[in-house]
C-alpha cells in the first residue's frame, strides 16, 4: 500500500518486487493462482496501464492470499509450542537455496496429524516432526517426513528434510 502513495509508478515497483522478491513467483504463475487477468497484470507492470481500484484490492487480495498460504519452496515445522519457538529463523539457506520455514504447532497426536494434512494441503515440500508422530504422519501425507530426534537440532532436521526433496 505505501508503494501506492509513494510515486505514480509507486504501484508498478511495489507489485514487481513482491513478485519477484517475496513470493519468488512468476507472473503467469500469480495470476493462475489468484484468478486476474495476465494482459492486465502485465500491462500494469510495463506502465501501459494505471491499475483502477478494483484490480489494486484483487491484488491485494491475491497477495494475502499466496504470502498466507505459502505454497512452493516450503519445510512445514509440526512440534509444541516451546519447540516452535526455538527456531530462530523463518527463512534458511540450505543448499544454496533459500527455504521458508512454516510452523503448525501441535500439542497431541490428533493436533499433529491434523496439522501433517494441513501442511501438505498448503504445498508443503516435507514435514519436521516428533518420533512420537512421525510413523503415523508418514502414513496419511504423501510428502517426506523428518524426524526431530533430540540430540540432533531443528536446524539439522529442516536441512535432512530439504535433502529428500531437492
Sequence with gaps: MSGILRSEEGFREALRKILDEELEISVPEFCDKTDLSPS????ILQDQ???NLRTVRAVIKGVRKLDANPGGEFI????????LNRI?????RVGGRNVRVKEYP?????DAIIAAVKAERDGA???VCAPIVAPTVEQIVRIPVSV???KDSMVRAIEMAVSKVL
Design 49 to 51: 496501464r494505471e491499475p
Design 125 to 127: 515440500l516435507a514435514l
Design 76 to 83: 512445514g515445522v509440526i512440534a509444541s509450542r516451546p519447540v
Design 40 to 43: 492486465t497484470i502485465y500491462k
Design 88 to 92: 530462530e529463523e523463518r527463512m534458511m
Design 148 to 150: 526431530i530426534v533430540p
Design 106 to 110: 501441535a500439542s497431541t497426536m490428533e
